[in-house]
């Protein structure tokens, strides 16, 4: 049945996924420059200002994040095999916790140490975004775990 609860979960843990494409991660701002970074990129906010990395530099990221929102996605509709529905919350879980190791241990630190300005995140509200996908995640296999246990205990009653 695709109207348990679970789904919502999963199809909330998405729609936060896919909010990372409109919303930054951080900014830099400082008197030489201002820079936005969001899944996309680093974007230079500078007129006439140059890109200080090669936009390749993100596509780990962009694929990362489109990989755990097609997994949501493909979650949803395993639906009949709660088994594999929890092996695949449990992978996007790590994922998720993947992701935002990469977005604060690699992409931000990286960026901080090329163009010298520190983040800002007051504005920035994707940063949460992952986290809260993740929280979703790890409640949509709560459920998924709920569902199991409940129709295990039906079968030993037949």
């Given at each position: 049945?695709?109207?348990?609860?679970?789904?919502?979960?999963?199809?909330?843990?998405?729609?936060?996924?896919?909010?990372?494409?409109?919303?930054?991660l951080?900014?830099?701002?400082?008197?030489?420059?201002?820079?936005i970074?969001?899944?996309?990129?680093?974007?230079?906010?500078?007129?006439?200002?140059?890109?200080?990395?090669?936009?390749?530099?993100?596509l780990?990221?962009?694929?990362?994040?489109?990989?755990?929102?097609?997994?949501?996605?493909?979650?949803?509709?395993?639906?009949?095999?709660?088994?594999?529905?929890?092996?695949?919350?449990?992978?996007?879980?790590?994922?998720?916790?993947?992701?935002?190791?990469?977005?604060?241990?690699?992409?931000?630190?990286?960026?901080?140490?090329k163009?010298?300005i520190?983040?800002?995140?007051?504005?920035?509200?994707?940063?949460?975004?992952?986290?809260?996908?993740?929280?979703?995640?790890?409640?949509?296999?709560?459920?998924?775990?709920?569902?199991?246990?409940?129709?295990?205990?039906?079968?030993?009653?037949?």
């Open positions: 049945m695709i109207q348990r609860i679970q789904t919502l979960y999963l199809s909330l843990a998405f729609i936060a996924i896919a909010l990372l494409f409109a919303f930054p951080a900014q830099f701002f400082s008197e030489t420059g201002a820079y970074f969001s899944v996309k990129g680093l974007q230079n906010m500078v007129p006439d200002g140059s890109n200080a990395f090669n936009p390749m530099i993100f780990p990221l962009i694929i990362v994040v489109i990989g755990l929102g097609l997994l949501n996605i493909y979650t949803i509709f395993q639906f009949k095999k709660r088994s594999l529905q929890v092996t695949l919350t449990n992978i996007g879980v790590l994922t998720g916790i993947a992701l935002i190791m990469g977005i604060f241990f690699l992409y931000i630190p990286m960026i901080e140490k163009i010298n520190v983040p800002d995140y007051s504005k920035a509200y994707g940063i949460y975004l992952p986290l809260v996908a993740l929280v979703f995640m790890v409640m949509a296999n709560r459920a998924i775990k709920r569902d199991e246990k409940l129709v295990r205990s039906a079968d030993r009653l037949r």
